[in-house]
């Protein structure tokens, strides 16, 4: 029974069109995390979001759009995709925001052609 | 189901003394492994990896063992220092299976002075 899960685990797609990706945890945690890693293996925390609402937001392009409908859910909504965007992306969880054991998703390997 | 696991949630060690965090796994499809070093409010960092074509990888205080046969792997660091202070992931991959990533859990190693 997977913890966290991650849909698409793969998404090929164009410049410029817009995409979702989704993530859902059933740990029953409070804490969800977007990360993005790059082509040297760096893990970038993108967002957090603790019980729905956004806790962190580093400087990513406002064409990143997080959405949690509720806390077992983080979506990441990305506009006009750029070539730059091609990366894996994680999403995590954790019981609070204090707490240091998260659990990963497996990725999800975006390729913007 | 976790197919990565650090069994330890923490570690307390003395600076200077020799620092070795461990991971487990359960897939033998794994072939390739890392291990990730993260401070507070901030993303892992990459630290150090492994192929499962070596059996030790070696970088600077930075030692990583693989055991392939019984599935585990351990993160040496020695001489520790108080800078190393934070949590580490280990994580799995495969090229053959679509390189998704397995992360661990976390230790969270505290070095006192």
């Known amino acids: 029974d997977t913890a966290v899960s991650q849909t698409p685990k793969y998404l090929v797609t164009q410049m410029g069109n817009d995409k979702s990706i989704k993530c859902e945890q059933n740990l029953g945690h409070d804490t969800m995390y977007w990360y993005k890693q790059d082509s040297k293996k760096f893990l970038k925390i993108m967002f957090s979001y603790n019980n729905k609402e956004l806790i962190i937001n580093e400087t990513v392009p406002n064409r990143f759009s997080p959405k949690s409908p509720d806390k077992a859910h983080l979506n990441l909504h990305i506009n006009s995709l750029e070539l730059g965007d091609s990366a894996v992306y994680f999403c995590?969880?954790?019981?609070?925001?204090?707490?240091?054991?998260?659990?990963f998703g497996p990725g999800t390997r975006l390729l913007v052609l | 189901d976790q197919q990565v696991k650090q069994n330890s949630p923490s570690l307390s060690v003395q600076e200077g003394r020799i620092s070795i965090l461990n991971c487990d796994y359960t897939n033998s499809m794994f072939d390739y492994f890392l291990w990730y070093k993260k401070y507070p409010a901030e993303g892992p960092t990459f630290l150090i990896s492994i192929s499962s074509i070596k059996d030790k990888n070696e970088d600077g205080r930075f030692t990583v063992f693989l055991n392939k046969s019984a599935k585990h792997l351990s993160l040496h660091i020695v001489p520790s220092q108080p800078g190393d202070s934070a949590v580490y992931f280990c994580?799995?991959?495969?090229?053959?299976?679509?390189?998704?990533?397995?992360f661990g859990t976390g230790t969270s190693l505290t070095v006192i002075p």
């Open positions: 995590a969880s954790s019981a609070s925001p204090l707490s240091e054991t998260q659990y």
């Open positions: 994580a799995a991959t495969s090229f053959n299976t679509g390189n998704q990533f397995y």
